[in-house]
């Protein structure tokens, strides 16, 4: 008796020790879907959080066993999905959200975006821009973005002030910008930037030469030697229009990513924006260099660029995200529930097959595939122990979200940014019922409005 | 003196008996997006309305002085604009939302929505679908729907009861379904639809033979006698596919359009739904006889159908409005403010032009375009004195609508389905805040959940 006894006691000692295991937070709901190796969607299912990581993920009776969290989050009408990640974005040009739409691409850029661009980008003008893009991103569901603009430092700091993890680059181009008059001044700030933020929890900082047929190769080559030196990845465009692939073919008789190869450019972890018009020799060498790619599809949809051939950049093993772009004339919101949405949609005409691109597949790109492209998949764009706690709740009791016989197509066909009710980014909640904690969205949307008035003044506008 | 003073009085008498014009309703907001043939935009505006009709729209402080409403409604941070009306739909399978994804037609047709509909179509089932549809349509604001689907009658009673607008075809076609075993039964159940129906303030009955390649040619034209006979339209499915296409010309060495017409079956009110693959002659056709459209890009692009030519189609003439569709597979929603979003989107990548269907073109096609396909355009699509007062108020005060450069453009780029807050139909107010005042969403959301169980256990998913 006394030795079972001892042995009870020993059990119910170990168990209260394993109940009492330590957590942030536990955060439970109807669904959680994991985007894990297995795609395990777990019903009734819960994660728990201790600093910035989870610790694990699972049925929310045994997390609830396991786990005594400081704070609990109960969703019982919500899915947890891994928080969404955007691989292409302008944040600041929020500002200039529809500011000239339905316009041919030299009328677009002359009369409204460079004028624009040159009578208001300021670093006070990025800052606010980027707030608010910030609101946008974080109220549907966006917990990491890749951004390309001028004053990149201002935008670390307001992202680091909303919560939001972003890949942050910055911008060298070939003609003098706000920020910048010379591109030995960009690469300049550039170093500046990724020495200020090399080792921030929540930025990764990154050179952004803007493209081949704006920036010189020398220019190009001194950013990728700064990628490589700080083990960041360097961000371009590339392949977004025909004409800027004509013009590579014409003029040096190469490809846009043959340039780049044949300059070494793509000798380090890189990510290029669009790839639409990209050949399968590209898509050799993209597969062989481990680039990344943004599939952007409102916005090439939207300035009639054209359809990047998504399953076949898929299937070769090169991990293409989503980007939601800028938001004048191109988008003109920063929704990746749309993106997914529209990504399958777009695939599936453009064959005139239904099975193309999956919801599966458009989930995986908006999570996984997207942290795949940034080389973050170790850190983020899954709910598994060891990630950061990245992540978003999604509520499911509205009409349109009901009946859900499958998940994850749930997610991409029926439900909305809009839906998002939580986010957690690094295990702090930034987002609960749609309030977003760490702004002050009153003032940030002021702010846009006094902007409207000066951007359009600017332009000729009333 | 006593002249100028009689005069004076006679004016202000004048006045306030003008001041006191009385009204039911004045709804005020910052702007008033009318949508008649100037395409006026009213900043401060407001529209008085009385019983079912609007009786003046203009600036607010106009309006304010002219009339002494019962109520009224201020939205300071919204758009006022027409209903958005929705020309294709089949609101029932709402119950069916998702229940299938990226697969083949005939997968999807023979091991899900055939059997399922078989399994689970009864007139109950149609109340509750519509119900949910409602509630959906009425939340993104959707005040008139045109639909295709099987007791009809039902669908009419709830239309009513959620105090929407609708366009009801009840569904003639060769083989035996939920509520007709032979196609002879079907019509007898329109003609008795159409009976009761035909003087109703809210729905217009309609005649809904599916296709030309499920309905026999004598069907066909019984199915216009009665649309004539009750001057209502007809309408049906028209060259959705290319293997509807193929099949006619292999069969009749005739395209679907000129198989109908070689009938007589466009000799009357008629809308067609689809309309993807008609060639120039097709349009000439549809064009001499006055048929309407109805495009569906989430439809058509999620089921790979193909893209309507749609700049074509409205250069010539021909009204095409804008439809949803089905629930099951084909979109899977119910929110017009995506299809113009798409449908403007879609029509730029496939002709590689930016200016193609620009957004003053897409939110036509949803409100005066539409109500000219089903021949409403008396009665809705605009907001002018003398037309039902049909309206929906949509804020633009979210980070998303932020700043706002052109006012149209934002209404199908920025802004959503959910930013709908209020909702008149036929001078009724149905939603405020986005409470829906005329249904218990609660009993809807939990049938629906009922069903979830039934239908997929009837497909053999768990």
Redesign the interface.
């Known amino acids: 008796m006394k030795r079972s006894g001892t042995l009870l006691g020993a059990l119910l000692v170990a168990l209260s020790l394993h109940a009492a295991e330590p957590a942030d937070w536990i955060v439970a709901a109807r669904y959680v879907v994991t985007m894990d190796a297995q795609r395990r969607v777990v019903e009734n299912g819960a994660l728990a959080i201790r600093a910035d990581r989870i610790v694990a993920v699972g049925p929310r009776a045994e997390i609830d066993s396991k786990y005594t969290p400081k704070q609990r989050l109960d969703r019982p009408n919500s899915i947890l999905a891994p928080g969404l990640i955007d691989t292409h974005t302008h944040a600041p040009m929020s500002?200039f959200?529809?500011?000239?739409?339905?316009?041919?691409?030299q009328e677009?850029l002359e009369k409204y975006i460079f004028p624009a661009e040159a009578k208001n980008v300021t670093a006070e003008f990025v800052k606010w821009g980027t707030l608010?893009a910030c609101?946008?991103m974080v109220?549907?569901g966006t917990t990491t973005y890749t951004d390309m603009y001028y004053f990149e430092e201002v935008i670390a700091e307001a992202t680091k002030q909303a919560g939001l993890r972003g890949v942050l680059g910055q911008t060298i181009i070939g003609f003098p910008v706000p920020d910048a008059k010379t591109p030995q001044e960009g690469l300049a700030r550039t170093e500046r930037f990724l020495q200020k933020y090399k080792s921030d929890p929540l930025i990764v900082p990154a050179p952004a030469p803007h493209a081949i047929y704006t920036t010189a190769d020398e220019v190009i080559k001194a950013a990728r030697a700064l990628a490589n030196k700080y083990n960041v990845p360097m961000l371009i465009h590339l392949s977004e229009t025909?004409r800027e692939n004509d013009e590579a073919m014409a003029k040096r008789k190469m490809s846009p990513t043959r340039v780049l190869d044949s300059i070494g450019a793509l000798n380090g972890r890189t990510l290029g924006a669009h790839g639409i018009w990209l050949d399968d020799a590209d898509m050799k060498i993209l597969k062989a260099r481990g680039t990344g790619l943004a599939h952007c599809p409102?916005s090439?949809?939207?300035?009639?660029?054209?359809?990047a051939k998504v399953g076949r950049i898929l299937d070769m093993g090169i991990p293409m995200g989503l980007g939601t772009d800028g938001f004048a004339g191109s988008?003109?919101?920063?929704?990746l529930f749309?993106e997914m949405?529209?990504a399958?949609?777009?695939q599936?005409?453009m064959?005139?097959?239904?099975?193309?691109l999956?919801?599966s597949r458009a989930l995986e790109m908006a999570t996984i595939i997207g942290a795949r492209a940034l080389g973050l998949d170790k850190q983020i764009g899954s709910l598994e122990a060891g990630k950061r706690a990245d992540l978003i709740a999604v509520r499911i009791?509205?009409?349109?979200a009901?009946?859900?016989?499958?998940v994850v197509?749930?997610l991409v066909?029926?439900l909305?940014?809009?839906d998002v009710n939580d986010v957690f980014v690094n295990g702090r909640i930034i987002v609960k019922d749609r309030n977003v904690l760490t702004l002050n969205?009153k003032e940030?949307?002021a702010k846009?409005?006094e902007?409207?008035t000066k951007?359009?003044a600017s332009v000729g506008?009333r």
């Open positions: 500002l959200r529809g500011l000239a739409d339905d316009l041919r691409l677009w608010l609101l946008e109220l549907s025909k409102s090439n949809s939207k300035l009639a660029s054209g359809v988008n003109n919101d920063a929704n749309e949405d529209l399958a949609k777009m599936k005409v064959s005139l097959d239904p099975t193309a999956p919801a009791d509205s009409p349109h009901i009946p859900m016989y499958n197509s749930q066909y029926a909305k940014g809009s969205a940030i949307l846009a409005v902007y409207r951007v359009a506008m």
